[in-house]
Protein backbone atom coordinates (compact mmCIF):
# COMPACT_ATOMS: atom_id res chain seq x y z
CA UNK A 1 0.00 0.00 0.00
CA UNK A 2 1.37 3.66 -1.19
CA UNK A 3 1.74 5.83 2.11
CA UNK A 4 -0.58 8.72 -0.03
CA UNK A 5 -3.12 6.27 -1.08
CA UNK A 6 -3.97 3.46 -3.43
CA UNK A 7 -1.17 1.99 -5.68
CA UNK A 8 -0.55 2.99 -9.09
CA UNK A 9 0.94 -0.24 -11.24
CA UNK A 10 2.63 1.05 -14.12
CA UNK A 11 3.92 -1.06 -16.77
CA UNK A 12 6.53 -0.62 -19.78
CA UNK A 13 7.00 -2.20 -22.67
CA UNK A 14 9.33 -2.78 -25.96
CA UNK A 15 9.37 0.73 -27.64
CA UNK A 16 10.32 1.88 -31.01
CA UNK A 17 13.20 4.83 -30.93
CA UNK A 18 13.24 7.66 -28.71
CA UNK A 19 13.09 11.02 -29.97
CA UNK A 20 12.94 14.56 -29.36
CA UNK A 21 13.78 16.98 -26.66
CA UNK A 22 13.55 15.81 -22.69
CA UNK A 23 12.54 19.20 -20.42
CA UNK A 24 13.29 17.14 -17.22
CA UNK A 25 12.20 19.08 -13.68
CA UNK A 26 14.32 21.91 -12.15
CA UNK A 27 17.14 20.35 -9.80
CA UNK A 28 15.85 18.98 -6.35
CA UNK A 29 18.88 19.92 -4.83
CA UNK A 30 18.98 23.59 -5.66
CA UNK A 31 15.44 23.56 -5.33
CA UNK A 32 15.10 22.33 -1.68
CA UNK A 33 18.05 25.25 -0.94
CA UNK A 34 16.82 27.89 -2.54
CA UNK A 35 13.60 28.13 -0.53
CA UNK A 36 15.65 27.79 2.96
CA UNK A 37 18.27 30.23 1.91
CA UNK A 38 15.40 32.79 0.69
CA UNK A 39 13.60 31.80 3.87
CA UNK A 40 16.67 33.13 5.68
CA UNK A 41 17.39 36.17 3.42
CA UNK A 42 15.41 39.92 4.33
CA UNK A 43 13.88 40.85 1.13
CA UNK A 44 12.54 39.19 -1.94
CA UNK A 45 14.39 36.29 -3.46
CA UNK A 46 13.05 35.47 -6.94
CA UNK A 47 13.62 31.79 -8.11
CA UNK A 48 12.57 30.32 -11.32
CA UNK A 49 12.74 26.62 -12.51
CA UNK A 50 11.73 25.18 -9.41
CA UNK A 51 11.14 21.65 -8.98
CA UNK A 52 7.58 21.51 -8.46
CA UNK A 53 7.25 18.03 -6.97
CA UNK A 54 6.08 17.47 -3.72
CA UNK A 55 8.92 17.10 -1.93
CA UNK A 56 10.06 21.09 -2.99
CA UNK A 57 6.56 22.03 -2.28
CA UNK A 58 6.44 20.52 1.35
CA UNK A 59 9.78 22.27 2.07
CA UNK A 60 7.65 25.79 0.82
CA UNK A 61 5.28 25.44 2.98
CA UNK A 62 7.37 24.81 6.55
CA UNK A 63 9.25 27.79 5.36
CA UNK A 64 5.79 29.52 5.20
CA UNK A 65 5.28 27.58 8.50
CA UNK A 66 9.14 29.16 10.09
CA UNK A 67 7.60 32.74 9.05
CA UNK A 68 8.51 33.63 5.63
CA UNK A 69 5.77 34.28 2.97
CA UNK A 70 6.23 32.18 -0.21
CA UNK A 71 4.12 32.46 -3.12
CA UNK A 72 4.51 31.78 -6.47
CA UNK A 73 3.08 34.38 -9.62
CA UNK A 74 3.25 33.27 -13.10
CA UNK A 75 6.54 30.75 -13.07
CA UNK A 76 7.92 32.84 -10.69
CA UNK A 77 8.14 31.94 -7.28
CA UNK A 78 9.23 34.94 -4.37
CA UNK A 79 10.09 34.30 -0.99
CA UNK A 80 10.21 37.67 1.17
CA UNK A 81 12.63 36.37 4.02
CA UNK A 82 12.93 36.92 7.83
CA UNK A 83 16.74 36.81 7.66
CA UNK A 84 19.23 34.64 9.92
CA UNK A 85 17.92 33.44 13.10
CA UNK A 86 14.95 35.30 12.60
CA UNK A 87 12.33 32.17 12.36
CA UNK A 88 9.47 32.12 14.51
CA UNK A 89 8.11 28.97 15.88
CA UNK A 90 6.11 27.18 14.06
CA UNK A 91 2.39 26.42 15.11
CA UNK A 92 1.80 23.05 13.70
CA UNK A 93 3.88 19.81 12.88
CA UNK A 94 6.22 20.20 10.10
CA UNK A 95 5.13 17.49 7.38
CA UNK A 96 7.93 16.70 4.92
CA UNK A 97 6.24 14.20 3.13
CA UNK A 98 8.50 11.65 1.44
CA UNK A 99 11.44 14.15 1.61
CA UNK A 100 15.17 13.28 3.29
CA UNK A 101 16.59 16.35 2.15
CA UNK A 102 14.09 18.67 3.32
CA UNK A 103 13.74 17.42 6.90
CA UNK A 104 17.50 17.26 7.39
CA UNK A 105 18.06 20.71 5.97
CA UNK A 106 15.28 22.14 7.88
CA UNK A 107 16.12 20.82 11.03
CA UNK A 108 19.37 22.24 10.19
CA UNK A 109 18.23 25.91 9.67
CA UNK A 110 15.96 26.22 12.42
CA UNK A 111 18.87 24.25 15.14
CA UNK A 112 20.10 27.19 16.96
CA UNK A 113 17.33 29.54 16.86
CA UNK A 114 15.60 29.50 19.81
CA UNK A 115 12.33 28.31 18.97
CA UNK A 116 10.71 24.43 18.95
CA UNK A 117 9.53 22.65 15.76
CA UNK A 118 8.25 19.05 15.80
CA UNK A 119 8.71 16.85 12.31
CA UNK A 120 6.67 14.14 10.61
CA UNK A 121 6.98 12.18 7.36
CA UNK A 122 5.16 9.33 4.99
CA UNK A 123 5.86 6.14 6.31
CA UNK A 124 8.58 6.11 4.24
CA UNK A 125 10.31 9.07 6.04
CA UNK A 126 9.72 8.20 9.60
CA UNK A 127 11.42 4.92 9.45
CA UNK A 128 14.48 6.70 7.91
CA UNK A 129 17.52 7.23 10.98
CA UNK A 130 17.83 11.02 11.83
CA UNK A 131 20.98 10.71 14.71
CA UNK A 132 23.30 11.50 11.65
CA UNK A 133 21.97 14.82 11.54
CA UNK A 134 21.17 15.22 15.45
CA UNK A 135 24.00 14.38 16.30
CA UNK A 136 25.78 17.34 14.93
CA UNK A 137 23.05 19.56 15.48
CA UNK A 138 23.75 18.97 19.54
CA UNK A 139 27.25 19.91 19.91
CA UNK A 140 25.53 23.37 18.45
CA UNK A 141 23.18 22.98 21.85
CA UNK A 142 20.31 21.85 19.98
CA UNK A 143 18.09 18.97 21.74
CA UNK A 144 16.04 16.49 19.72
CA UNK A 145 13.44 14.64 20.89
CA UNK A 146 12.57 11.19 18.85
CA UNK A 147 11.50 7.83 18.69
CA UNK A 148 13.41 4.90 18.93
CA UNK A 149 16.58 4.62 16.98
CA UNK A 150 16.03 8.49 16.10
CA UNK A 151 13.48 8.56 13.95
CA UNK A 152 10.29 10.80 13.41
CA UNK A 153 8.28 12.47 14.55
CA UNK A 154 10.42 13.82 16.13
CA UNK A 155 10.70 17.56 17.86
CA UNK A 156 14.06 19.63 17.98
CA UNK A 157 14.82 22.42 20.61
CA UNK A 158 16.76 25.22 19.17
CA UNK A 159 19.99 26.15 20.83
CA UNK A 160 19.34 29.87 23.01
CA UNK A 161 23.13 30.46 22.87
CA UNK A 162 24.43 28.33 19.67
CA UNK A 163 28.07 27.28 20.15
CA UNK A 164 30.79 27.35 16.85
CA UNK A 165 31.21 23.71 15.81
CA UNK A 166 34.10 21.81 14.22
CA UNK A 167 32.33 18.30 12.67
CA UNK A 168 34.03 15.65 10.60
CA UNK A 169 31.41 13.66 8.66
CA UNK A 170 31.37 9.96 9.81
CA UNK A 171 30.51 9.42 6.11
CA UNK A 172 29.78 11.14 3.11
CA UNK A 173 26.39 12.90 3.28
CA UNK A 174 25.65 16.50 1.12
CA UNK A 175 22.55 16.57 3.54
CA UNK A 176 24.56 15.97 7.17
CA UNK A 177 27.04 18.61 5.74
CA UNK A 178 24.50 20.89 4.79
CA UNK A 179 22.31 21.08 7.83
CA UNK A 180 25.74 21.74 9.72
CA UNK A 181 26.42 24.48 7.36
CA UNK A 182 22.70 25.98 7.50
CA UNK A 183 22.98 25.53 11.70
CA UNK A 184 26.42 27.41 11.51
CA UNK A 185 24.83 30.51 10.19
CA UNK A 186 23.13 31.68 13.05
CA UNK A 187 25.83 30.44 15.33
CA UNK A 188 28.88 32.88 16.36
CA UNK A 189 32.33 32.62 15.03
CA UNK A 190 33.36 29.80 12.53
CA UNK A 191 31.65 26.82 12.08
CA UNK A 192 34.03 24.10 10.35
CA UNK A 193 32.72 20.73 8.13
CA UNK A 194 35.46 18.46 7.90
CA UNK A 195 34.53 15.31 4.90
CA UNK A 196 37.29 12.75 3.88
CA UNK A 197 35.39 12.89 0.33
CA UNK A 198 33.86 15.52 -1.67
CA UNK A 199 29.74 15.46 -1.49
CA UNK A 200 27.71 17.70 -3.64
CA UNK A 201 28.50 21.67 -3.22
CA UNK A 202 25.25 23.30 -3.84
CA UNK A 203 25.24 24.42 -0.20
CA UNK A 204 28.51 26.12 -0.70
CA UNK A 205 27.81 27.45 -3.98
CA UNK A 206 24.83 28.96 -2.75
CA UNK A 207 25.76 30.14 0.74
CA UNK A 208 28.30 32.11 -1.32
CA UNK A 209 25.71 33.33 -3.48
CA UNK A 210 23.61 34.72 -0.92
CA UNK A 211 26.87 36.73 0.90
CA UNK A 212 27.98 34.21 3.57
CA UNK A 213 31.76 33.82 4.03
CA UNK A 214 33.03 30.35 3.29
CA UNK A 215 35.75 28.58 2.04
CA UNK A 216 36.78 25.28 0.75
CA UNK A 217 40.50 23.95 1.35
CA UNK A 218 41.22 20.24 0.56
CA UNK A 219 44.16 18.96 3.58
CA UNK A 220 45.69 15.84 4.52
CA UNK A 221 42.70 14.89 6.26
CA UNK A 222 40.02 16.22 3.43
CA UNK A 223 37.62 19.00 2.47
CA UNK A 224 37.51 21.28 4.90
CA UNK A 225 34.64 23.92 4.89
CA UNK A 226 34.48 27.17 7.16
CA UNK A 227 31.64 29.52 7.79
CA UNK A 228 31.62 32.41 9.05
CA UNK A 229 28.35 33.14 11.40
CA UNK A 230 25.78 35.47 11.27
CA UNK A 231 26.33 37.22 7.72
CA UNK A 232 24.23 39.91 6.54
CA UNK A 233 22.68 37.98 3.40
CA UNK A 234 21.22 38.93 -0.07
CA UNK A 235 18.33 38.50 -1.70
CA UNK A 236 18.81 36.40 -4.81
CA UNK A 237 17.40 35.88 -8.54
CA UNK A 238 17.90 31.89 -8.88
CA UNK A 239 17.55 30.13 -12.11
CA UNK A 240 17.16 26.74 -11.22
CA UNK A 241 19.14 24.17 -13.50
CA UNK A 242 17.25 21.37 -14.60
CA UNK A 243 18.21 18.27 -12.56
CA UNK A 244 20.77 15.55 -13.46
CA UNK A 245 19.52 12.85 -11.71
CA UNK A 246 15.81 13.09 -13.69
CA UNK A 247 17.61 13.54 -16.52
CA UNK A 248 19.23 10.67 -15.95
CA UNK A 249 16.16 8.58 -16.85
CA UNK A 250 15.58 9.58 -20.49
CA UNK A 251 19.13 9.64 -20.99
CA UNK A 252 19.71 5.92 -19.97
CA UNK A 253 16.34 4.77 -21.72
CA UNK A 254 18.00 6.32 -24.94
CA UNK A 255 20.92 4.61 -24.79
CA UNK A 256 19.15 1.24 -24.43
CA UNK A 257 15.85 1.55 -26.40
CA UNK A 258 17.12 0.80 -30.39
CA UNK A 259 17.34 3.94 -33.03
CA UNK A 260 16.93 6.86 -29.92
CA UNK A 261 18.14 10.47 -30.45
CA UNK A 262 16.91 12.35 -27.44
CA UNK A 263 18.43 16.17 -26.46
CA UNK A 264 17.60 16.97 -22.51
CA UNK A 265 18.30 20.81 -22.29
CA UNK A 266 20.20 22.95 -19.65
CA UNK A 267 20.88 20.08 -17.22
CA UNK A 268 23.33 21.08 -14.33
CA UNK A 269 27.11 19.10 -14.50
CA UNK A 270 28.41 20.76 -10.95
CA UNK A 271 31.29 17.78 -10.86
CA UNK A 272 29.79 16.37 -7.55
CA UNK A 273 26.51 15.30 -9.24
CA UNK A 274 27.68 14.41 -13.04
CA UNK A 275 29.00 11.12 -12.59
CA UNK A 276 26.77 8.88 -13.77
CA UNK A 277 27.06 10.85 -17.60
CA UNK A 278 31.05 9.90 -17.38
CA UNK A 279 30.46 6.52 -15.95
CA UNK A 280 28.02 5.99 -19.03
CA UNK A 281 31.04 7.55 -21.49
CA UNK A 282 33.30 5.12 -19.75
CA UNK A 283 30.76 2.08 -20.41
CA UNK A 284 30.92 3.15 -24.74
CA UNK A 285 27.86 5.06 -24.24
CA UNK A 286 27.12 7.56 -27.39
CA UNK A 287 26.44 10.62 -24.88
CA UNK A 288 27.86 13.90 -25.72
CA UNK A 289 27.97 17.36 -23.88
CA UNK A 290 26.80 20.40 -26.26
CA UNK A 291 26.79 23.96 -25.72
CA UNK A 292 28.74 24.40 -22.28
CA UNK A 293 27.76 27.09 -20.05
CA UNK A 294 27.53 28.46 -16.42
CA UNK A 295 24.19 29.30 -15.03
CA UNK A 296 23.93 30.92 -11.53
CA UNK A 297 27.45 29.59 -10.24
CA UNK A 298 26.47 26.22 -11.56
CA UNK A 299 27.80 24.51 -15.04
CA UNK A 300 25.04 23.44 -17.21
CA UNK A 301 24.92 21.95 -20.97
CA UNK A 302 22.76 20.09 -22.95
CA UNK A 303 23.36 16.20 -23.06
CA UNK A 304 22.25 14.18 -26.31
CA UNK A 305 21.68 10.39 -25.65
CA UNK A 306 21.48 8.44 -28.56
CA UNK A 307 21.40 4.44 -29.07
CA UNK A 308 24.29 2.68 -27.78
CA UNK A 309 24.34 -1.46 -28.52
CA UNK A 310 27.74 -1.90 -27.62
CA UNK A 311 28.02 -0.93 -23.99
CA UNK A 312 30.60 -2.91 -22.49
CA UNK A 313 30.75 -3.75 -18.51
CA UNK A 314 33.39 -1.53 -16.02
CA UNK A 315 34.40 -1.10 -12.92
CA UNK A 316 32.69 2.02 -11.69
CA UNK A 317 35.31 4.14 -9.59
CA UNK A 318 34.46 4.11 -5.57
CA UNK A 319 35.46 7.82 -5.55
CA UNK A 320 32.68 8.47 -8.01
CA UNK A 321 29.90 7.18 -5.90
CA UNK A 322 29.33 10.28 -3.92
CA UNK A 323 28.42 12.22 -7.26
CA UNK A 324 26.20 9.40 -8.96
CA UNK A 325 24.78 7.84 -5.49
CA UNK A 326 21.24 8.36 -6.82
CA UNK A 327 21.78 6.95 -10.27
CA UNK A 328 23.41 3.69 -9.00
CA UNK A 329 19.70 2.12 -9.97
CA UNK A 330 19.13 2.97 -13.46
CA UNK A 331 22.77 2.35 -14.00
CA UNK A 332 22.59 -1.02 -12.92
CA UNK A 333 19.41 -1.42 -15.54
CA UNK A 334 21.94 -0.24 -18.47
CA UNK A 335 24.70 -2.84 -17.31
CA UNK A 336 22.00 -5.19 -17.49
CA UNK A 337 22.32 -4.53 -21.45
CA UNK A 338 26.15 -3.64 -21.39
CA UNK A 339 28.26 -6.58 -22.24
CA UNK A 340 30.21 -8.29 -19.67
CA UNK A 341 30.79 -7.17 -15.55
CA UNK A 342 29.53 -4.07 -14.00
CA UNK A 343 31.51 -3.59 -10.30
CA UNK A 344 29.82 -0.72 -8.07
CA UNK A 345 32.09 -0.34 -5.48
CA UNK A 346 31.59 2.28 -2.53
CA UNK A 347 28.28 2.24 -2.21
CA UNK A 348 27.00 1.15 1.15
CA UNK A 349 24.93 4.51 1.21
CA UNK A 350 22.33 3.25 -1.25
CA UNK A 351 21.52 0.74 2.12
CA UNK A 352 19.80 3.74 3.75
CA UNK A 353 17.85 5.74 0.66
CA UNK A 354 14.11 5.69 0.81
CA UNK A 355 14.55 1.97 0.60
CA UNK A 356 17.48 -0.90 0.59
CA UNK A 357 18.19 0.16 -2.90
CA UNK A 358 20.87 -2.19 -3.58
CA UNK A 359 18.67 -5.05 -2.51
CA UNK A 360 15.86 -3.64 -4.31
CA UNK A 361 17.30 -3.68 -7.55
CA UNK A 362 19.21 -6.91 -7.07
CA UNK A 363 15.86 -8.48 -6.36
CA UNK A 364 14.30 -7.08 -9.53
CA UNK A 365 16.87 -7.68 -11.88
CA UNK A 366 17.19 -11.42 -10.68
CA UNK A 367 13.59 -12.12 -11.05
CA UNK A 368 14.08 -10.52 -14.71
CA UNK A 369 16.68 -12.82 -15.64
CA UNK A 370 20.49 -10.83 -14.59
CA UNK A 371 22.88 -12.07 -12.14
CA UNK A 372 23.91 -10.08 -9.79
CA UNK A 373 26.38 -10.70 -6.81
CA UNK A 374 26.18 -8.00 -3.38
CA UNK A 375 28.07 -7.12 -0.42
CA UNK A 376 27.33 -4.70 2.05
CA UNK A 377 29.03 -1.59 0.50
CA UNK A 378 29.33 -3.00 -3.44
CA UNK A 379 27.10 -4.79 -6.24
CA UNK A 380 28.11 -6.67 -9.79
CA UNK A 381 25.50 -6.65 -12.45
CA UNK A 382 26.91 -9.41 -15.11
CA UNK A 383 25.00 -7.85 -18.42
CA UNK A 384 23.71 -9.79 -20.68
CA UNK A 385 24.38 -7.70 -23.81
CA UNK A 386 21.58 -5.83 -25.98
CA UNK A 387 19.07 -7.73 -27.14
CA UNK A 388 19.10 -10.75 -24.85
CA UNK A 389 17.33 -9.50 -21.27
CA UNK A 390 13.80 -11.40 -20.25
CA UNK A 391 12.36 -9.15 -18.09
CA UNK A 392 8.65 -10.23 -18.03
CA UNK A 393 8.04 -9.34 -14.46
CA UNK A 394 6.96 -7.03 -11.60
CA UNK A 395 9.24 -5.00 -9.57
CA UNK A 396 8.67 -4.06 -6.07
CA UNK A 397 9.19 -0.59 -5.83
CA UNK A 398 9.51 0.10 -2.22
CA UNK A 399 7.94 3.02 -2.50
CA UNK A 400 10.80 4.47 -3.91
CA UNK A 401 10.42 6.67 -6.74
CA UNK A 402 14.06 5.68 -8.26
CA UNK A 403 13.49 2.18 -8.46
CA UNK A 404 10.32 2.47 -9.60
CA UNK A 405 11.69 4.68 -12.49
CA UNK A 406 14.57 2.70 -13.32
CA UNK A 407 12.65 -0.63 -13.89
CA UNK A 408 10.27 1.04 -16.16
CA UNK A 409 13.16 2.63 -17.77
CA UNK A 410 14.38 -1.15 -18.54
CA UNK A 411 11.00 -2.66 -19.91
CA UNK A 412 11.92 -0.20 -22.83
CA UNK A 413 14.07 -2.83 -24.07
CA UNK A 414 13.53 -6.03 -22.16
CA UNK A 415 12.05 -8.78 -24.28
CA UNK A 416 9.09 -9.04 -22.66
CA UNK A 417 7.26 -6.20 -20.69
CA UNK A 418 8.63 -4.59 -16.99
CA UNK A 419 5.90 -3.73 -14.15
CA UNK A 420 6.23 -2.12 -10.97
CA UNK A 421 4.13 -2.41 -7.90
CA UNK A 422 3.70 0.76 -7.52
CA UNK A 423 4.66 4.10 -9.59
CA UNK A 424 3.11 6.85 -7.37
CA UNK A 425 6.01 7.96 -5.56
CA UNK A 426 7.59 8.59 -9.00
CA UNK A 427 5.95 12.19 -8.15
CA UNK A 428 7.38 13.36 -5.42
CA UNK A 429 10.57 13.80 -7.62
CA UNK A 430 9.63 13.56 -11.28
CA UNK A 431 5.97 14.39 -11.49
CA UNK A 432 6.16 14.94 -15.86
CA UNK A 433 7.65 11.55 -15.55
CA UNK A 434 4.91 9.55 -17.45
CA UNK A 435 4.09 12.68 -20.20
CA UNK A 436 7.59 13.38 -20.63
CA UNK A 437 8.61 9.69 -21.61
CA UNK A 438 5.55 9.04 -23.32
CA UNK A 439 6.12 12.42 -25.55
CA UNK A 440 9.60 10.33 -26.59
CA UNK A 441 7.97 7.29 -27.68
CA UNK A 442 8.15 5.02 -24.75
CA UNK A 443 5.56 2.93 -24.35
CA UNK A 444 4.96 3.48 -20.37
CA UNK A 445 1.26 2.61 -18.84
CA UNK A 446 -0.87 2.40 -15.68
CA UNK A 447 -2.23 -1.28 -15.48
CA UNK A 448 -3.94 -1.00 -12.71
Known amino acids: MSAHGTPIPMTSSKSGPLRGEAHVPGDKSISHRSLILGAMTVGETKVTGLLEGQDVLDTAKAMQAFGAAVEKKGGTWHIHGVGVGGFAEPSNVIDCGNSGTGVRLIMGAMA ?43 TILGAKDPLPVTYT ?45 ISTETTPDGHVITLQGRPEFRPQTIVVPRDPSSAAFPVCAALITEGSDVLVPNIGLNPTRA ?44 ERAASMIDEYPVLSVVAAFATGKTHMPGVKELRVKESDRIDAMATGLRAAGIAVDEGEDWWTVHGRGFGDVPGGITAESHLDHRIAMSFLVMGLATEAPMSVDDGQPIATSFPIFETLMADLGAIIERSG
Do not use: C
Open 112 to 154: TSPIAATFTGDASLNKRPMARVTDPLALFGARAYGRSQGRLPM
Open 169 to 213: TPVPSAQVKSAVLLAGLNAPGETVVIEREATRDHSERMLAGFGAT
Open 275 to 318: GLFFTLQDMGADLTFENMREEGGEPVADLRAKFSPDLKGIEVPA
